[in-house]
């Protein structure tokens, strides 16, 4: 019987002993799984936070189809000539320009050289995108010209101006970061008032009284964060012929064989925002002399001429498709400013 009480209690130490490492087994299997539990759900915060932190930096990242357009929206407040729209899109252009510059006696009265007060000239354009690459423009501009001379004389004149039809035209589709060009090829119609046609004492000009025929070629790059483009062009205007224009009282102008001109242009542009941005650029412009024909007398040269200015300009996006800009321009071989505004709209036909 002892021996019997003796197994018995052994048995039962034995289980309440293998009972209490079971509980403190299960004790840190809980533990375990408890802190397993936990890492699982720290990682998964940070996954999450990783996740959010690339979906915001994918919404800051400007794809380059963005690229294209940010760079085309800086050029719009630039010039339209630096942008071409899709095929079939028709484009509506108005500009206002109003040019100041300080009245010039020429002390030879036999060559035609005559500046305005103030100029003021309303454009409306059109254009018609007749592919990806190539668009037709038209331009037409009504001219306000007021001049005055000392304290009693003064002029003015309200007209059309010289007509204006041409082609842009992109020989290569550029990516993002690459250099875009864009030819142009224009001809002017002497549709405004010949400065040889008129009265000088009681009539101004509102036009150059010639054909012209004007190359030109356009070029930008993006490069972050800037937006440079340049350009250069070429015109070509024909002699004035078959006139009949007393000068002074023993002359009388017949013929005019008008110089061309070559200009060249550079600048930066510079998006502050998704809405507004900033340009400065520089313009020169070398014209070749003009020679004057009178009848009985020999040619006569004008000499050649140059023109610089260097502008300042911004530009407003008002809608998607609407791009307002402003610029003011300051000559630096004459005295004088020019201030222009433009306002463009596209429709897709």
């Known amino acids: 019987m002892k021996k019997l009480a003796v197994l018995t209690a052994l048995a039962v130490l034995c289980c309440l002993v293998f009972a ?3 509980e403190a087994q299960d004790q840190e299997t809980k533990k375990q799984e408890t802190e397993m539990l936990n890492r699982i759900e720290e990682l998964e ?14 919404k800051l990242e400007i794809t380059e189809q963005e690229k294209q357009e940010k760079e085309k929206e800086v050029l719009e407040a630039v010039g339209r000539e630096y942008s071409l729209d899709p095929k079939h899109t028709l484009g509506l252009d108005y500009t206002l320009n109003y040019q100041y510059a300080p009245t010039e006696r020429i002390t030879n009265q036999l060559l035609i050289d005559r500046v305005t007060d103030h100029t003021i000239r309303h454009i ?13 423009t038209t331009s037409v501009p009504f ?90 062009g070429y015109t070509y205007r ?14 009388i102008l017949e013929e005019v064989e008008i110089g061309d001109y070559v200009s060249v242009g550079a600048g930066l542009g510079y998006a502050l925002s998704y809405k507004i941005s900033v340009n400065s650029s520089f313009s020169y412009a070398y014209k070749f002399s003009n020679t004057y024909h009178y009848r009985g007398a020999r040619g006569i040269e004008s000499g050649d001429t140059v023109s610089a200015s260097f502008g300042l300009g911004v530009g407003w996006k008002a809608t998607n498709k609407t791009t307002l800009s ?19 709209f596209s429709f897709v036909l």
Do not use: C, H
Request: proline letters at 4%; charged letters at 25%; aromatic letters at 12%.
């Open 238 to 251: 024909s002699d004035a012929t078959g006139l009949d224009y007393r000068v002074l009282e023993n002359y």
């Open 20 to 22: 209490d490492q079971g």
């Open 45 to 58: 915060k940070r996954i999450n936070e990783l996740t959010e932190e690339g979906r915001a930096r994918r």
């Open 124 to 136: 409306i354009s059109t254009t018609y995108s007749i592919l990806d690459n190539l668009s037709v």
């Open 143 to 232: 001219v306000y010209r007021y001049n005055k001379m000392g304290t009693d004389t003064k002029l003015d004149e309200t007209d059309i101006g010289d007509i204006s039809v041409g082609f842009t035209f992109q020989p290569k589709k550029a990516r993002a970061g690459e250099v875009r060009a864009i030819l142009g090829l224009s001809v002017t119609l002497p549709s405004g008032r010949s400065p040889y046609k008129i009265n000088p004492e009681t009539e101004l000009s509102t036009g150059d009284g010639v054909y012209a025929v004007s190359l030109s070629s356009n070029f930008s790059k993006q490069i972050d964060p800037v937006v440079a483009f340049w350009n250069i």
């Open 326 to 344: 402003f610029s003011l321009a300051y000559s630096l071989s004459e005295s004088g400013f020019s201030f222009t505004f433009r306002a463009p």
